[in-house]
């Protein structure tokens, strides 16, 4: 833990600390009478205290954009721009349909779904680099190519690129969580297997890989979110 992480597990103690004493005082002011000019005092006191959380709150909430950047290596406005609500519907929806569409293949969609509902500032050129993964590997049938770009996507947010730097390790650990839930629902992550017995291009073929595509997007943006307000 550095000391970006220390003052925000500090900043969070101090506002659970506020909470408590907020509720202590509640509790006081229910089960004892107060005169008029007390209770004014102490509302007075209420609202500043309230105030207080939510600039905290806030603080708290900056340092963790902060942190995010870091990662990302982004720095100024860029920051700002950044969205930490991502909604894990949107992207599954536009995954989806970019499949569909025949705009992109699974790998493709997952990482332009991502990058842009969560808005990081980073070149569409990025993409291109999701474009060998479809059908398995480019068509011969091993790891999924939604895997491929779920994890992709991981690197995006967690990955380095200092030699040496340990938040790989992070980011395997971030990625073999998601391997291993695909699996469990799916038993396996070839595609071979998991289209063994359909036409390449089938209506039946497309909407499996069209609904991979889609779940690999949303569990991806999952694990980007819980990590972001971790």
Aim: hydrophobic content about 40%; some cysteine; proline content about 2%.
């Amino acid at each position: 833990m550095d000391e970006l992480d220390e003052l925000i597990v500090y900043l969070q103690r101090i506002t659970e600390n506020l909470y408590y004493h907020m509720g202590q005082a509640e509790e006081k002011c229910l089960t004892e009478a107060i005169n008029s000019q007390d209770a004014v005092l102490l509302n007075t006191a209420w609202i500043n205290l309230e105030n207080a959380i939510i600039e905290l709150e806030t603080l708290v909430q900056t340092m963790k954009i902060k942190r995010a950047a870091t990662a990302l290596e982004i720095k100024g406005n860029e920051v700002n721009s950044m969205n930490l609500h991502a909604n894990t519907d949107v992207i599954r929806k536009k995954a989806e349909q970019y499949y569909r569409q025949g705009d992109f293949y699974c790998s493709e969609a997952i990482v332009k779904a991502i990058k842009d509902e969560f808005a990081l500032p980073l070149p569409d050129s990025i993409i291109a680099m999701a474009s060998g993964f479809p059908v398995g590997m480019g068509g011969s049938g091993c790891t999924c190519g939604a895997i491929a770009g779920g994890i992709m996507s991981l690197g995006m947010f967690f990955g380095r690129t200092e030699p040496r730097d340990q938040k790989v390790n992070k980011t395997m650990q971030l990625a073999k969580e998601l391997h291993d839930l695909f699996q469990q629902r799916h038993s396996c992550l070839c595609c071979r297997v998991l289209t063994r017995g359909m036409e390449l291009g089938s209506a039946t073929h497309m909407e499996q890989c069209i609904s991979f595509t889609g779940e690999v997007a949303e569990e991806t943006a999952k694990i980007i979110i819980r990590e972001w307000n971790s």
